[in-house]
């Protein structure tokens, strides 16, 4: 990929993603669920611009969707609603409403209260809503707390008692169909067995409910697949599926597999220029013109990302701190931070924005979001414009 012709015609700050690369992701855990049938239903929060989500849904991906605004992109996208998955901790009664009548594969339920809100809403639509319940196995994933989900510490899911009574209550309802049973316990997983021992106790889960007439279709194993930033060793996608159908041996399950990062974040590039040099007593800076507002899992969850500075002398390097001009200490994208010697306008490249990057922007400090462009068979497209001062304020016009 040419960044340097990139950073030219779009400027910086940039995301740039390679599609290819997302194709091949796609297509290697696809094709480790091969005999069985299986859906991959991507995690449109990972990167959800349109033109990210329509290149998934034409290499026949699903999506999983964690508000209604998701669910809206995937079918704007051209996903089919028998493929869309809405997930989420918090759904309002609108969300929920709008979910079912635009006739999605099911609901992804987090709590006994929420099930009773979805059928109330399903019963004055007249209609019959299919869901799944969130399990939560407690079961450590080993990875960071922030984006750990399958404790009973985190928010997520319910425990399997409360999970059998909803099944129970589901069953019994006019206005629910229970047709599947979901578990996500945390993302960024480089370890296999945590996910195995949920599939196991999830899929006991299934034969107790076969047994008392309570037959679902669809085992969700939810995403989190870890990828490499650094060094990090991670689950091989044929592993990973052949731990679900150990699993799962002797069911007749749909497998609904969510990825999200394992997709997206390698596939992606985050291009920023050296503004400045500068050192306060011993310790150097180099600032560029990317933010925190831009990329934010350095400063939220201490991210690695690695950074390529594209200069032609790399024999001279220097420990640094890769900082933006935000008005926050945590604006960083590394500490102390090995580089090449830069200079003004040098490019620097920060690898692996393709998941959990752009999305998690802002507008901090009114800073427009960057442009973001895609590359697919060699040939670069501008998917989303630079945001530019009026578009931050459109919404604040008719100021008082
Ligand atoms: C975030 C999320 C995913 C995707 O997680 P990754 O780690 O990006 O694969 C899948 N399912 C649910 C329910 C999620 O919340």
Request: overall charge negative; glycine content about 8%; hydrophobic content about 40%.
């Amino acid at each position: 990929m040419n960044f340097k012709q990139l950073a030219t015609k779009y400027k910086t700050p940039l995301y740039v993603y390679n599609l290819d690369y997302m194709s091949e992701r796609y297509k290697e855990l696809k094709e480790a669920f091969k005999g069985r049938k299986s859906i991959l239903a991507y995690a449109v929060k990972a990167n959800s611009n349109l033109s990210v989500v329509k290149h998934f849904g034409d290499l026949g991906s699903g999506a999983d969707c964690v508000s209604i605004g998701e669910v809206r992109r995937a079918l704007l996208a051209g996903i089919p609603p028998y493929k869309v998955i809405f997930s989420g901790v918090g759904k309002s009664d609108d969300e929920i409403r709008e979910a079912i009548l635009s006739d999605i594969l099911y609901i992804n339920v987090e709590s006994e209260a929420e099930l009773f809100r979805v059928e109330q809403i399903a019963k004055e639509l007249g209609s019959v809503s299919r869901i799944s319940v969130r399990v939560n196995p407690n079961i450590d994933p080993k990875t960071h707390p922030y984006i750990s989900t399958g404790l009973h510490d985190n928010k997520f899911g319910v425990d399997i008692d409360s999970a059998k009574r909803m099944y129970v209550l589901a069953k019994n309802s006019t206005a629910l169909d229970p047709v599947g049973i979901h578990f996500h316990i945390g993302s960024q997983l480089t370890h296999l067995e945590p996910i195995y021992e949920s599939a196991v106790i999830v899929a006991d889960m299934v034969r107790s409910l076969l047994a008392i007439d309570i037959e679902l279709k669809f085992f969700d194993i939810g995403g989190g697949l870890g990828v490499t930033y650094d060094k990090e060793v991670t689950i091989k996608p044929y592993d990973y599926a052949q731990a679900i159908l150990g699993a799962i041996k002797g069911l007749d399950l749909t497998i609904i597999c969510e990825p999200g990062r394992f997709l997206t974040a390698n596939a992606g590039y985050f291009l920023t220029k050296v503004l400045y040099e500068k050192q306060n007593g011993d310790k150097k800076f180099v600032v560029v013109d990317g933010a925190m507002n831009d990329l934010l899992r350095p400063s939220l969850y201490n991210a690695y990302h690695k950074i390529e500075a594209l200069v032609e002398d790399k024999s001279k390097t220097k420990v640094v701190d890769v900082v933006g001009p935000v008005c926050e200490s945590g604006d960083f994208f590394a500490k102390n931070y090995e580089l090449p010697e830069v200079k003004r306008n040098d490019l620097l490249i920060i690898h692996s924005a393709g998941a959990y990057g752009f999305g998690m922007g802002s507008n901090y400090n009114t800073r427009g979001r960057s442009a973001e462009v895609a590359v697919k068979g060699g040939e670069d497209r501008l998917i989303r414009e630079r945001e530019e001062f009026e578009d931050i304020i459109a919404l604040e016009k008719e100021f008082i």
